[in-house]
């Protein structure tokens, strides 16, 4: 069961090499070997988007992603993101907006938050709600959510630089 | 800026969810620890012949054998001729359900223990099925426990003079529904990490759970072992909505075995798991006629409600609980004179159910608010005037109904006007006169429903479940630099009640909020508590802590007043000082005067010091009534199936709302798991009871797409009997949407002669639907 493959890859800017079961996935290896456990684990057939992170700066969903795969890539979880500036203005707009309340989803639906406010300034709320349909919150009803990003788009319209 | 009641105060617990940082139960990583999976049964309904656990595998797998003196879940009810079950904590003798736990199996990685499952051979004689609960209802069908001579865990009957309205009433309807068994679906499943401290000699259980001391309770009986040598803990929590008030056989079954290899082991549920064996919830059928005159006003109600309630008794809330509550609630928020209901709760080969937010509240209000539009109907009228006809008035509060439920305070038929104005009723009726240009039919739907909550032991006495709520208790604690500790027994999963528990001490002591620590979840440190599930929290544990504060501020009085060399009576408590006649300490300076120079403190102070622990009740424990109207308009496309939610509108009740905010998170969450129940949310079991949904690509939740931009209005009639006037508000969001969206559909279709009647309505239900209203016609 267990012919293990050697790979070597970047989670959250730092290099790592480890030995993985060609089994496991991406969420379990960074959850259970590097104590990364910001990113969460939903229904592990990624249909809930808890587990969204970052490959090579796109979204994934590291539930159905193998962690062999990941060899050579640039990993980023959660935990990397609390210098990054767009980040910041999305807690800031989780938290006014009420966009959280048990936390599970929260740090998928950031990741997916992100990429939708660098990938689509433009985004309305209707274009808001189908960028986030990848992600289930059981929460918030995805109120909270949508008015967030909106705020964080709006903000960053009127401060093109995005400082 | 206040950041008392009322105030909307951005939430404590939000950072550390927003940096990745919470830390749930699967986050929990012990020295040494050992995963476990189980294995399940793949069968509904069987005897086991043998288990074959190969030799090498002594030791790392479990069965019923290996379990040592633990005692099988038993949840009672004292409701007379409740038959109780004993649920195994892993299978004996038979299996009841697909899922049920059969053996344990502990290796250093989850892939690994399921390696080791699927070594265990099991012998099945398979024995016949009983999976739909009008078929386990009747006669000579397949007994799930022989012992009992049928499938009824309970069967009750609430008898009324409904003869005279029967014979005379000009309206008659009757209908059949039915509303799917659902899974709550939380984000996080359920999963527990538990080890053995030999240093306390404590069993140490980290589990994701709503009611750590009910667990606690639980597994001591279940273990034999004190309370105290088990220390329950509730981290973080994804969300529990009603699954995670539960003692749970994988809880019993981890601990146990955690004791017994004296090592940490953690067992964290997957999705199918949660799917099909262990978050089921809500089937209800109920046939109902409704008598009423050529107005609307209805006369009489009779009932017969059946809820299958699966093949155990779940601990705590009982088999019984859901249908006890539908022959209680069943009358809504009207006024009528003649009530008669029968139900069972019936016993199949299917998971046991167990509460979901809302609880027997959604069903009752698909069936009462669909039986008034079916009247409305009949007799040609708009459904909101047939409602107006029935709804208990505001002179009337408070006011007790058919069924002796006290209803505190509100104006009901006011809540129902202001929702017909939002969503504006009569732009919809042109609307539909003036046709779509895609062809699609447009409805709208209107229910209206109450929610008691926080409803305490003169309501649970009766129905002898294994918890009756008294006095909810808080601890209050000042800390020596003034800042100030609240441990309660409830668990906050996502209520934000680590924020809204600080605002009540914001408000009577005036201690700034970041100031305020709230401690839950942890029988180690907290008063014993029922824990937080029928939306008790805010009235009950924010009673509490104003009760702790405000015996917390007499202290601090005394002694500041001394301080101040001042009397009682001239100095008061203000912005977190104590203020005399010529100067003010702050709560700092008495905290430290209490603790570490006592020289200072007055002659007769007060022993207990500022930690203080005290008991609340409201002043009538029958319960908060929050109450809402909602309001949906729907298009139907009539070729696929398809329903698209326009426009939603809520207008709710909620008392004096502590957080204005976090009361509008759980309305929209609540009505956004409604819409889940209306048109998507179904556990579907086949004949062999076989679950037909196992992934959340089959089990269908509400993503952003699907849910509306949902808009509410408040009114806010205070409580009489709750400290601030504030009342229960978590489930009511999840209560409405079933009722109004079918209202909508059926206000939609009416010109094909088309109703429905079951939950979901999904595309495939709206088309059979269609079909068979065009076979009668034809």
Redesign the interface.
């Known amino acids: 069961?267990s012919d293990r493959s050697t790979i070597s890859l970047t989670v959250n800017g730092e290099p790592v090499t480890a030995e993985v079961?060609p089994?496991?996935h991406l969420a379990d290896f960074l959850?259970?070997k590097l104590?990364?456990?910001?990113?969460?684990?939903?229904?592990?057939?990624g249909?809930?988007g808890?587990c969204t992170l970052m490959i090579d700066g796109a979204p994934a969903r590291s539930c159905i992603t193998l962690a062999v795969a990941c060899d050579g890539a640039a990993v980023r979880?959660?935990?990397d993101?609390?210098d990054d500036p767009v980040m910041a203005e999305l807690?800031a707009a989780?938290?006014?907006e009420?966009a959280?309340?048990?936390?599970?989803?929260?740090?998928g639906m950031?990741m997916t938050a992100r990429d939708i406010v660098t990938r689509l300034p433009e985004a309305d709320?209707a274009r808001?709600?189908?960028e986030?349909?990848g992600?289930?919150?059981?929460?918030?009803?995805?109120?909270?959510?949508?008015n967030a990003i909106q705020r964080v788009l709006k903000a960053r319209a009127g401060n093109p630089s995005g400082a | 800026m206040t950041s008392g009641i009322g105030a909307r105060v951005l939430r404590k617990e939000d950072d550390r969810h927003l940096r990745g940082r919470g830390q749930f139960v699967g986050d929990i990583k012990l020295p040494g620890l050992r995963e476990v999976a189980f294995l399940r049964s793949p069968v509904a309904h069987a005897r086991i012949k043998r288990i074959v656990v190969p030799e090498e595998l002594r030791g790392k797998v479990f069965t019923a054998a290996d379990l040592e003196g633990v005692k099988a879940i038993r949840a009672v009810s004292a409701l007379p001729g409740f038959k109780p079950s004993e649920q195994p904590v892993l299978a004996s003798g038979k299996v009841r359900y697909v899922g049920e736990l059969v053996a344990a199996c502990v290796a250093p990685s989850r892939a690994e223990a399921e390696d080791l499952a699927e070594r265990v051979e099991v012998e099945f004689e398979e024995l016949p099925v009983v999976a739909d609960m009008l078929a386990a209802r009747a006669e000579g069908a397949p007994l799930v426990h022989e012992q009992w001579g049928d499938n009824v865990y309970l069967e009750t009957f609430v008898k009324g003079d409904i003869a005279t309205a029967a014979a005379s009433a000009p309206v008659k309807v009757t209908r059949e529904f039915r509303t799917a068994r659902q899974c709550m679906s939380p984000l996080e499943g359920k999963g527990v990490v538990a080890s053995w401290e030999p240093r306390r000699d404590q069993l140490v259980v980290y589990t994701s759970t709503q009611q750590p001391h009910i667990v606690r309770t639980g597994l001591s009986e279940c273990l034999g072992i004190d309370h105290g040598k088990i220390r329950v803990i509730a981290p973080d929590v994804g969300g529990g909505f009603g699954f995670k008030g539960i003692l749970c056989p994988e809880e019993v079954a981890v601990a146990y075995l955690a004791r017994r290899l004296g090592r940490p082991l953690r067992w964290i549920e997957d999705r199918r798991e949660q799917l099909i064996a262990t978050a089921n919830c809500r089937e209800h059928h109920y046939v109902i006629t409704a008598y009423a005159d050529r107005e609307g006003k209805l006369l009489a109600l009779d009932a017969e409600a059946t809820v299958d309630a699966g093949a155990y008794s779940a601990y705590p809330f009982s088999a019984c609980l859901e249908a006890a509550q539908v022959a209680s609630i069943l009358p809504g928020p009207y006024d009528f004179p003649a009530y008669q209901c029968r139900t069972w709760s019936i016993a199949s080969n299917k998971p046991p159910i167990l509460p979901y937010r809302g609880v027997a509240r959604t069903g009752v209000c698909f069936a009462m608010e669909l039986i008034l539009d079916a009247i409305a109907r009949e007799i040609g009228r708009e459904p909101h005037e047939v409602r107006q006809k029935n709804l208990v008035r505001p002179e009337q509060m408070p006011f007790e109904n058919v069924t002796k439920k006290h209803f505190d305070s509100g104006d009901y038929p006011e809540c129902l006007r202001r929702a017909v104005t939002a969503i504006d009723l009569e732009g919809v009726r042109a609307r539909q006169k003036r046709g779509e240009a895609d062809g699609r039919r447009i409805g709208v739907g209107f229910s209206i429903f109450c929610e008691q909550a926080a409803h305490g032991t003169s309501v649970y006495a009766g129905w002898g479940i294994p918890m009756v709520p008294g006095h909810e208790q808080a601890t209050a604690r000042l800390t020596p630099d003034g800042g100030l500790e609240l441990r309660l027994g409830i668990q906050s999963h996502g209520q934000g009640l680590e924020t809204t528990l600080a605002q009540v001490a914001n408000e009577v002591l005036g201690v700034a909020i970041d100031r305020v620590n709230v401690v839950h979840g942890d029988t180690e440190y907290t008063p014993y508590s029922t824990g937080t599930w029928g939306s008790r929290c805010m009235v009950m544990a924010g009673g509490a802590v104003a009760r702790a504060c405000q015996e917390m501020k007499k202290r601090v009085l005394a002694i500041g007043a001394k301080m101040l060399q001042a009397s009682l009576d001239e100095v008061k408590l203000a912005g977190g000082e104590v203020v005399g006649p010529a100067g003010s300490v702050s709560l700092a300076e008495v905290a430290r005067t209490w603790y570490l120079r006592p020289q200072d403190l007055p002659a007769d102070v007060d022993p207990g010091g500022l930690e203080v622990t005290t008991g609340y009740k409201p002043v009538r424990d029958s319960g908060t009534f929050s109450y809402a109207a909602h309001a949906a308009v729907v298009a139907v496309d009539t070729e696929l199936g398809a329903v698209e939610i326009l426009d939603y509108v809520v207008v709710e009740d909620g008392g004096v709302l502590v957080n204005p905010m976090i009361v509008d998170g759980q309305v929209y969450g609540g009505t956004a798991q409604g819409v889940g129940t209306a048109l998507y949310e179904e556990m579907p079991f086949d004949e062999a009871g076989q679950p037909q949904a196992s992934t959340l690509a089959d089990y269908l939740l509400p993503g952003a797409t699907e849910v509306p931009a949902i808009r509410i209005e408040h009114m806010e009639t205070p409580s009489p009997y709750s400290e601030f006037g504030q009342k229960g508000i978590g489930e009511g969001g999840a209560i409405g949407p079933p009722a109004a969206i079918a209202n909508a559909i059926n206000d939609a279709l009416a010109p094909l002669g088309v109703e429905v009647t079951e939950t979901p309505v999904t595309p495939r239900r709206l088309l059979a639907a269609l079909a068979a209203a065009r076979r009668s016609a034809a």
């Open positions: 069961m079961e089994r496991q959850r259970e104590l990364l456990t910001g990113t969460h684990l939903g229904c592990e057939h249909v809930c808890a979880t959660i935990e993101f609390d807690r989780f938290s006014a009420h959280l309340q048990c936390g599970y989803c929260t740090p950031l709320a808001i709600r189908v986030l349909s992600n289930l919150c059981r929460c918030t009803g995805y109120v909270g959510i949508v």
